[in-house]
């Protein structure tokens, strides 16, 4: 008995307690730290919640190690029992795994192109959707809205567009599952189903941009490959965070029409100029009698659009239509409370979001409730099973087009002498009672905002079920089983007063309905092993999708009242259809990665893709892809350099496709739509192909990453060269084959260019300052199209020899100082002698088309700098472009001089002509003669920006607080999103491209399209 006390004694007396504090200088306490003692490995704590920790050490223990991912691992003397330890924030940019398709890399052995970005520089921004949040800080990679209305579709290019009519939007995985995306709107103005996700749940977002990174997923790479992980959970102490954002937006930029002197002045000068016109037509006597009855007109005119009095003649109303569209200082609230935790066997992050955004239009907001659970467990020594599940529901109250007279910024059209409310009625200028039918100018969206309604309301659940099994040392078997469902309901309601822009009197509903359901499962092997001096990997497996898409509308008409809205109140049914269309992939891939003595890398990819949308004859494409890669850096002459940490040199080529067409463009199809007689009938409307294919892109990719002087400067350059072949195309056929069109491979694109990223750290210490800059340059040419010259909206064209969606469009002269006309060059081409004939004439279909310029940005860049000092923090970040020119469609209504009708102008039209001798690019007003105002280069501009996307200024509370509040983390932040923009652009926003018309080759247009909120936002982080 005494013995066995004795060695309990002993026993005890061998051992000892060490607890401390682990902190960051710039982050305050750190959770999750691994405490061990150096040499024992498996005797290991971590610090909790509030960077504190408890550790049994022996008692000749003599050293402790921390470590935590992003710091740089330390070592400290265990003296007593107290070991507090200080870690620094490590330089990981060459050291960070990345995600590459179906597994890992660490970032070093990467001999492909990928472009990554960390939560970091992601989270609590206030954006709807994540792609705005990615603007600027991927490197070839252009991301741009359309226009200031919020939950609208985003356009995303990776190394330009590799497509003429088929898709040009990356493809989009998340955690393995490759999600609906694209757009599901009723209308020709775009929505994103991305904007379903939450940016914070977001831990990385990986774009790969090369063959050899993206052909792993094969059909659907060749524009690009977006790899998006979510956070999950991690081993340690349940963290509790939660954050809260609140903001104020205003419009980026207001344009400046005429007020009510200038308008009345403009219209009546209008009025001369076309009774001047009229008269040396002969179609009067005398100019006076021109004169005369031109000015009763015009007068007439001012007198009903000021509401039926004079008060026009002494600028009584002076109306700003434009400040009038913008809501009051709209408010963006958005919340998010996480738990992230686990222990050895199961791990989990669950995260929601409250989001509710005012846009800067009137009648524009967004709402989205998300919810995430991540899960994983091990259920074995051998097996880990797991969940990634993500619920979201939104709600998007949209506004009208661009080009529709109910979209609020519209409303600059209407003359300034109008009055917002109708002193007759005491209602909105234009509703009933009264003249509404010429009165104002044009519909008043106004009226649709009070008396109509279109809400999108979105359901999305996105669930995949996984499993890894370790078979033997090195071999692991994974499969998964997942789920995208999107359900999507557009519902909308234009009430009796809404008649002159429905022309229906007694109100008019639609209800449209989209149900996608996207399965997919993936199953493969993946294999690693190591001998000597070399490292294998590879991965060997299958992958079949399936996507369903069923679609109803029903509209009605002629409503008891405007109290009825649902379409089971309506008296005539117009409109009820309905359909279903679905695709499918089978497919099957390998990778095998090869590493020698740390230096030599090599890898190899293909991918069979099998679609359901492509002709029997070719249902089946093979995508090959290799890469190779040398890290100089690590032979004999550069091992032991002080300036040079890292040089890896790497070459890629590879083939890859495209698939985003229609669901049947290979086949033959049969229409329901021929009945006749009352008798129920069909009638062939399209025309098989059996030989189509794939548009297939073979791409070259050269480039080195290097990191200098202990990789405080690192960085990455690519050259890389696109061409794509077999374009799908809709290709005109002989009417004698019942047909009009045919879906064919025809015609060949390619696209240049140079990538860079750099990334500094400049000042380390109590100081810090970090710098990183992303540019790239991209060349894109339609090198065949079998002749064609497609041009849909009269703008831009996709034309042989010249980039996509060039702009193609008459020449603008300017004024003849002589007599106010508007002239054109002829620029028609003696085929004699090839000589161009730079003649003018008034005439502006006489004058031949030339290429005017190209909408798409030569020149993209960001640059993001950072600073931090004790326990405040500065990010400014920079984001631009290029190279590119802009198209104002609205100028032929607001920039027309006023001869195109009694529109607002743009104050810059105050410059016109006047009498024989000025010299003015803008003609003579002429009332109704369209002097100057078709679709010409007198539109164009520079699209070139540099915006100040984001500033924050923040300050984290140091550990002596935290600790006195129990708090693992406090931060207080400010931010400004698009607080100002350097342009030369006169129109709202050059960061532009009208909603009711985008496609691959209209681009660059610009027609009442809203600008960039301006948002200014405070935001707390709290961690417990």
């Known amino acids: 008995m005494v013995l066995t006390f004795g060695l309990i004694s002993f026993a005890f007396a061998q051992s000892k307690m060490i607890s401390g504090k682990v902190t960051s200088g710039s982050s305050g306490p750190i959770p999750g730290v691994s405490v061990f003692v150096k040499g024992s490995p498996s005797n290991i704590t971590q610090s909790d919640a509030t960077g504190n920790y408890k550790l049994n050490v022996a008692d000749n223990a003599k050293t402790l190690v921390f470590s935590f991912i992003g710091y740089t691992t330390l070592e400290l003397p265990i003296n007593g029992t107290t070991v507090n330890a200080s870690l620094k924030e490590e330089n990981t940019t060459l050291s960070d795994v990345v995600v590459v398709g179906y597994g890992t890399q660490n970032k070093r052995d990467v001999s492909g192109s990928v472009a990554s970005v960390k939560s970091k520089d992601l989270e609590n921004l206030p954006v709807t959707s994540f792609e705005q949040a990615l603007q600027g800080k991927a490197a070839g990679v252009q991301i741009s809205a359309q226009n200031g209305k919020i939950g609208q579709g985003i356009t995303v290019r990776v190394r330009g567009a590799a497509s003429v009519t088929a898709g040009s939007e990356p493809l989009y995985i998340v955690d393995g599952i490759p999600i609906t995306s694209g757009n599901f709107s009723a209308t020709s103005s775009p929505t994103s189903a991305l904007a379903d996700l939450n940016t914070n749940d977001i831990e990385s977002i990986e774009v790969l941009k090369d063959a050899s990174a993206s052909a792993i997923y094969g059909a659907r790479a060749s524009n690009g490959v977006v790899l998006i992980t979510t956070k999950q959970g991690k081993t340690g102490k349940t963290l509790i965070q939660f954050n809260a954002l609140g903001g104020i937006s205003t419009p980026s930029n207001h344009r400046e029409f005429l007020n009510a002197e200038q308008y009345v002045q403009l219209i009546r000068r209008a009025g001369q100029g076309a009774a001047n016109q009229d008269f040396l037509n002969g179609d009067y006597t005398t100019l006076q009698e021109a004169l005369d009855d031109y000015s009763s007109i015009v007068e007439g005119r001012l007198n009903r659009y000021s509401a039926g009095n004079n008060d026009y003649q002494t600028y009584k109303v002076n109306k700003n239509w434009e400040r009038e569209s913008y809501q009051d200082n709209p408010v963006t609230q958005q919340y998010d409370l996480n738990f992230t935790g686990g222990n050895e066997k199961t791990k989990f992050y669950i995260g929601g979001q409250a989001l509710n955004q005012n846009g800067i239009l009137v009648g524009n907001s967004y709402k989205r409730y998300s919810g995430r659970l991540n899960l994983t467990n091990k259920a074995t020594d051998f097996l880990e099973v797991g969940i990634n599940l993500n619920f979201s529901n939104s709600i998007n109250n949209r506004l009208s087009n661009d080009n529709a007279f109910s979209s609020p910024l519209q409303s600059v059209a209407l003359s300034p002498i109008t009055p917002f409310i109708d002193p007759r009625s005491g209602l909105i200028s234009g509703t009933l009672p009264g003249a509404a039918t010429n009165y104002p100018v044009y519909y008043n969206p106004f009226i649709s905002i009070e008396n109509a309604a279109y809400k999108a309301t979105v359901y999305r659940t996105i669930g995949k079920a996984f499993a890894n099994v370790n078979i033997a040392k090195g071999l692991k078997f994974s499969t998964d089983f997942s789920i995208d469902n999107l359900n999507q309901n557009e519902e909308s309601y234009y009430g009796s007063l809404t008649f002159r822009n429905t022309g229906t009197s007694n109100g008019d509903g639609q209800n449209i309905s989209t149900f996608v359901i996207n399965a997919n499962t993936n199953n493969f092997f993946s294999y690693n092993t190591t001998a000597g001096k070399s490292t294998f990997d590879a991965i060997l497996g299958t992958s079949y999708q399936k996507s369903t898409t069923k679609f109803s509308s029903i509209e009605g008409q002629d409503f008891p009242s405007d109290a009825y809205i649902k379409l089971g109140s309506a008296a005539t049914k117009v409109v009820a259809l309905s359909n279903e269309s679905a695709f499918s992939f089978l497919s099957y891939f390998f990778r095998a990665n ?62 890859t496709g495209n698939a985003e067409i229609g669901n049947y463009s290979a086949r033959g199809l049969f229409a329901g739509t021929g009945a006749y007689g009352g008798i129920a009938g069909q009638i062939p409307s399209q025309i098989a192909n059996p030989d189509l294919t794939w548009e297939k892109t073979k791409q070259l990719d050269l480039g080195f990453d290097f990191g200098l002087l202990k990789n405080r400067i690192t960085g990455t350059f690519d050259f890389y060269q696109k061409n794509t072949t077999d374009l799908l195309l809709d290709v005109r056929i002989p009417q004698t084959t019942g047909f009009g069109i045919k879906t064919q491979n025809l015609g060949a694109l390619k696209n240049n260019g140079f990538e860079l990223g750099i990334n500094t750290e400049n000042f380390v210490g109590d100081f810090k300052w970090s710098t990183a800059i992303t540019g790239a340059i991209n060349n894109n040419k339609i090198t065949n199209l079998g002749g064609q010259i497609l041009n849909s909206n009269e703008i831009n064209a996709a034309v042989e020899g010249q980039p996509i969606g060039v702009f193609y469009l008459p020449e603008y002269a300017g004024v003849n100082p002589a007599n106010g006309d508007a002239l054109y060059y002829l620029n028609t081409v003696d085929p004699s002698t090839g000589t161009i004939n730079r003649g003018t004439t008034t005439n502006i279909n006489e004058a031949a088309r030339i290429f005017a310029g190209n909408p798409n940005p030569k020149y993209t860049f960001g640059l993001n700098n950072t600073f931090s000092y004790q326990n405040f923090d500065l990010t400014v970040f920079f984001q631009g472009v290029s190279g590119n020119k802009i198209f104002n469609a609205g100028g032929q209504y607001m920039s027309a001089n006023g001869s195109n009708g009694y529109d607002n102008q743009t104050v810059d039209q105050m410059q016109y002509w006047n009498k024989p001798g000025d010299i003015t690019s803008v003609p003579e007003p002429r009332l109704g003669y369209g002097n100057g105002v078709g679709f010409s280069t007198k539109y164009i501009s520079d699209g070139n920006y540099v915006r100040l996307k984001t500033l924050t200024l923040g300050y984290t509370f140091p550990a002596s607080v935290l600790t006195k509040i129990k708090l693992s983390k406090l931060r207080l932040y400010a931010t400004a999103q698009n607080l100002a923009t350097i342009t030369g652009y006169k129109g709202w926003d050059p960061e532009v491209n009208a909603d009711y018309q985008s496609t691959n080759i209209n681009q660059g247009v610009d027609f009442y399209s809203a600008p960039q909120p301006r948002v200014i936002s405070l935001g707390i982080n709290i961690g417990l």
Request: proline share 2%; net charge positive; glycine share 10%.
């Open 594 to 655: 090869y590493k020698y003595n740390n230096r030599y890398l090599v890898g190899l990819s293909v991918r069979a893709d099998g679609s359901s949308r492509f002709g029997a004859n070719h249902r089946y494409g093979y995508f090959p892809a290799g890469s190779v890669a040398w890290i100089a850096s690590e032979e004999d002459f550069l091992k032991n350099s002080e300036t040079v940490s890292l040089l890896k040199i790497r070459a890629s080529y590879g083939l």
